[in-house]
């Protein structure tokens, strides 16, 4: 903090922290029924519950299986799948200080939907290639 701020600034933070620490923490159900705590609870709860359902965690687990068709061995295909999403983070962080929170939730939002149905798509086209011709190597 002493690189950021000055020394005077610094002081009124710590004291701040210190003040603030001072009060007691709600209890699990004074948060989950207290109006002054549920939105925010709410908010937050809804937000982990859109990040385990956008689809990210399904397309690492099951990476090797869905990519199979491109004839790369499975741990290649988890290995960019993982790098791709390691290097994702260095854009987002520029677009964050730019745009900010909310709009970035936003825009990121439909944006994973919209490739989550294109996965599903051409997910469902390889299917129905490898049904109509009896292949093994139906690449979308």
Known sequence: ???????????????????????NSPSYSETLTSPKYMVATLIGCT?????????????MFY???ILTSLHMRATLITALVGVVNCISVFPTIILFKKFGRKTLLWVFSFAISASLIGLGVCLIVAAQWKEKYHEDNAIC
């Open 1 to 23: 903090m002493g690189k950021i701020y000055s020394h005077d600034q610094v002081q009124n933070r710590i004291d701040a922290i210190v003040v603030g620490s001072g009060g």
């Open 47 to 59: 937000l982990s519950l859109l990040q385990q359902l956008s689809g990210i965690n399904i397309v």
């Open 63 to 65: 990476s090797s299986t």
